[in-house]
C-alpha cells in the first residue's frame, strides 16, 4: 500500500500566541488531534491484517509514548496489543561496534542482536508466543532471564530507532509488517522567517527532559545533540521512505509550554561553547506566550519529556 504522509506546516508564533489567550481549550483541542492521529494508526494498521508494526522516530519525537498511546487504542478496539523495544536486542557491552576513536557506536545497526531479532518475530509471528531478551543498561548487558510475549490474536509493536530498516524484516512473511514513522510535523515562524524547526523543538523536549529526570549534563545534551542528529539520517529519516504510515507527534501549544522551561535553563552554561547555542534557542522561545506546565493534562504524550 502506498505510504500515508503528512506534510510539514509553517505556523505563525502570532497565531499561536492568539490561541494561548485561551488555554485550556487551546490544549485541549491539541490533545484531541494527537489522539485522534493514534487512533486513526490503530485502524489502519488494523486494516492491514499485520502481526507486528515497527514503529520509529528521532530523538525526542515521543516514539515511545506514542507507541504504548497505540497499543491503548488497539486494545480498546479489541485487538490485544503488546509493545516491545529494540533496545532488549543491544548486545553486550563488549560486542558493540566502535567508532574510530574506539568509543562504543550505540547508533549503529550492527549494535542490535539482528539474528535473535528475526528469530523472536517469527517465532511471534508462527506460533503466537516468543521469549524476548531483556537488557540490562547499569550492567549493558543481557539479562539471564527472558520476557514472554503473546500475540493472543493481536499484534506486537516494536519501536527503537531502527525499526524501519528492513534488515529487520526482510525475513518475515509478506504483509505480517506494517511500519509506522513517528515525527513532529509543525515548525514555527516569526517575522515571516522561519524560527523553530522541529529539530529545534524536540533539542528542547530533549534538554528539558534530561535535565529534570535523566540527570545528564545540559552541556552534554547539546554537545551529543549534532552527533545525534547525524545518526538520524543515517539511520533513521534514511529509511522514512519505507513507512506505511507518518504519525505526527506535534502539539501546537507545546511552543508555548517550552518557552519558560528552555528560558529557566538559560545562563546555566555561562562561558561554555553550549551555553551560545542554549542562549539562542531560548531567545527564539521567547517569542511565545508562556503557559504552565501544570495545565497539561497527565495522560499528555509529553509527560514524556516534563514530568
Known amino acids: 500500500m502506498p505510504a500515508i504522509w503528512i506534510p510539514k506546516r509553517l505556523v505563525d508564533i502570532g497565531l499561536i500566541n492568539t490561541a494561548a489567550q485561551h488555554p485550556a481549550s487551546f490544549i485541549n483541542h491539541c490533545e484531541i488531534e494527537y489522539e485522534s492521529r493514534v487512533l ?14 515497527m514503529l520509529t522516530g528521532p530523538s525526542a519525537s515521543g516514539k515511545t509514548t506514542t507507541a504504548h498511546k497505540l497499543s491503548a487504542a488497539l486494545s ?50 508462527e506460533n503466537g508466543e516468543a521469549e524476548f531478551p531483556e537488557f540490562d543498561f547499569t550492567t549493558e548487558m543481557r539479562k539471564p532471564e527472558r520476557l514472554p510475549v503473546s500475540l493472543q490474536g493481536g499484534v506486537v509493536i516494536v519501536e527503537g530507532i531502527h525499526a524501519l530498516n528492513p534488515i529487520l524484516t526482510n525475513v ?48 552534554r545534551t547539546i554537545a551529543m545533540w549534532p552527533n545525534v542528529c ?31 522551561l528552555v528560558t529557566a535553563l538559560k545562563g546555566k552554561l555561562a562561558g561554555l561553547p553550549e551555553g551560545t547555542v542554549l542562549d539562542d534557542l531560548a531567545e527564539r522561545f521567547a517569542h511565545c506566550t508562556p503557559l504552565q506546565e501544570s495545565m497539561i493534562p497527565p495522560q499528555s504524550m509529553l509527560r514524556e519529556f516534563i514530568g
Not at 486513526?40 to 508494526?53: F, L, M, Q, T
Not at 534514511?238 to 501549544?253: H, R
Open 40 to 53: 486513526a494508526a490503530a485502524a489502519e494498521a488494523r486494516e492491514s491484517g499485520c502481526k507486528v508494526i
Open 76 to 125: 480498546a478496539a479489541g485487538a490485544h496489543s503488546v509493545v516491545v523495544s529494540l533496545d532488549n536486542f543491544y548486545l553486550n557491552i563488549d560486542d558493540y561496534p566502535r567508532l574510530p576513536d574506539g568509543t562504543k557506536d550505540y547508533e549503529n545497526i550492527t549494535a542490535l542482536d539482528i539474528e535473535e531479532i528475526h528469530h523472536c518475530l517469527l517465532e511471534l509471528i
Open 172 to 219: 518475515l512473511p509478506q504483509g505480517s509488517v506494517y511500519k509506522i514513522y513517528a515525527g513532529l510535523r509543525e515548525e514555527y515562524a516569526y517575522g515571516g522567517q522561519r524560527c523553530l524547526p522541529t529539530r529545534d523543538i524536540r533539542l528542547a523536549r530533549r534538554m528539558v527532559r534530561d535535565d529534570k529526570f535523566r540527570g545528564s549534563a545540559l552541556d
Open 230 to 260: 547525524i545518526g538520524e539520517d543515517t539511520y533513521i529519516k534514511a529509511y522514512k521512505p519505507y513507512a506505511d504510515l507518518l504519525l505526527d507527534t506535534s502539539f501546537s501549544y507545546e511552543i508555548c509550554v517550552l518557552a519558560p
